[in-house]
Structures are given as C-alpha cells and as structure tokens.
T-cell receptor, first 115, second 112 residues
Framework: SAVISQKPSRDICQRGTSLTIQCQVDSQVTMMFWYRQQPGQSLTLIATANQGSEATYESGFVIDKFPISRPNLTFSTLTVSNMSPEDSSIYLC????????????FGPGTRLTVL | AQSVAQPEDQVNVAEGNPLTVKCTYSVSGNPYLFWYVQYPNRGLQFLLKYITGDNLVKGSYGFEAEFNKSQTSFHLKKPSALVSDSALYFCAVRARTYKYIFGTGTRLKVLA
C-alpha cells in the first residue's frame, strides 16, 4: 500500500489566519481526497483533487474557504482560509488504491485547533 | 440516498470475550462495504472489505465481518478481544462512485 504523509501533524492557529496542509504520497495516484473529521464526529468528504483539473467540492464546501492544489500525481495541498474555531478538526487526505482493490488509504491527519 | 448507521456510540467488552460492532447500510445497487480503525492521534487503517463472494470476510488483526444482504448489515466481529483493540471503528459504504459514506463511528473499549 502507498505511504502517505501529512504536514503539519498538528497546529494551533489564530482566528482569521490561514493554514496550508500538505499531503505527500510515495507513488503516483490519480485521485486524492480531502476529508474533515470534526471532534467526536465521522469523516466528511471536502473535495476530490485530480491532477491537472480543478478540485471537485462537496455540498457545503467552497473553493474560497478550502482552496486545493494538485500540482502532480504525488502531492496535494488543502488550505483552510480565514479560520474560525468551527474549523477546529482533523483533516485527512486519502487516496484510492486503484485496480480491483477498491479500498482507500488515509494519511495520519492534521489536527487543527483554532483559537 | 446512501447512508451508513452505527447504532452504538460505544461498546464495552471484557478482554477475551467476543466482540461485535454493528453497522447497517442503505444503498442502491450492490454495496462495497469497509471497516476502518482509528487509534488515538493516528489516521484510519483499513481492516477489511466486502466486495462480492463469501459473506464472511476476514481481515487484519483477527477481525472478521459478516455481510447480510437481507438485513443490510455488515457487523464487525472478533472471537476474543484484546485490550489493544480499544479504538474508534468506522464502517463505510461505497456504491457506483469512488465516494465513501462513513458511519458515525463506534468507540470500542476492551477492559482488562
């Protein structure tokens, strides 16, 4: 399975600032995903990031708030913009295993606290 | 609409006893079903999946799950629980698209 790393692993940020989270994979993947896991809750898909095209956002998430880059097949970033305490969550990147396996793999997550 | 339900927020079980973590789903078409585990301060780890074939699926760390189409369930089981199994468990369903729908999670606590 692919090795997925995320930076930073955690951060504490002030209201109104922005944070960019990086996701690096050790192999080329077509589809990468960004999820949010709010405290005590399940994972919610924010958007799908494909290389060479704009990200596809889920209902309730917009590009101005969560801009995503996907410059190549092994890397993606998610920015949380103009943060508020409600953005305090764990943010995870994920990717499809591809082929016939069908499971997704996830990075270790970035724990964000907004004061 | 597709959905996944994990009716128990927490399950407590004594070490050595069998454990069951429940999951039911609602999806049109044939479902792909998954179980993931999340340990504190770590990402999700894949445990097992049901795509097709035998209804009893075996996965990592001695876990297994039984797919029951008539009851639309995919309960996670283990014959003998370990304290180290204590974690947060997520059931997920995937149908026709690449998107996952996750359940709300069940916290398993294995008591020594």
């Amino acid at each position: 399975s692919a090795v997925i790393s995320q930076k930073p692993s955690r951060d504490i940020c002030q209201r109104g600032t922005s944070l960019t989270i990086q996701c690096q994979v050790d192999s080329q993947v077509t589809m990468m995903f960004w999820y949010r896991q709010q405290p005590g809750q399940s994972l919610t898909l924010i958007a799908t990031a494909n290389q060479g095209s704009e990200a596809t956002y889920e209902s309730g998430f917009v590009i101005d708030k969560f801009p995503i880059s996907r410059p190549n097949l092994t890397f993606s970033t998610l920015t949380v913009s103009n943060m508020s305490p409600e953005d305090s969550s764990i943010y995870l990147c994920g990717l499809d295993s591809g082929g016939s396996l069908d499971e997704q793999f996830f990075g270790p997550g970035t724990r964000l606290t907004v004061l | 609409a597709q959905s996944v339900a994990q009716p128990e927020d927490q399950v407590n079980v004594a070490e050595g006893n069998p454990l069951t973590v429940k999951c039911t789903y609602s999806v049109s078409g044939n479902p792909y079903l998954f179980w993931y585990v999340q340990y504190p301060n770590r990402g999700l780890q894949f445990l097992l999946k049901y795509i097709t074939g035998d209804n009893l699926v075996k996965g990592s760390y001695g876990f297994e799950a039984e797919f029951n189409k008539s009851q639309t369930s995919f309960h996670l089981k283990k014959p003998s629980a370990l304290v180290s199994d204590s974690a947060l468990y997520f059931c997920a369903v995937r149908a026709r698209t690449y998107k996952y729908i996750f359940g709300t999670g069940t916290r398993l606590k294995v008591l020594a």
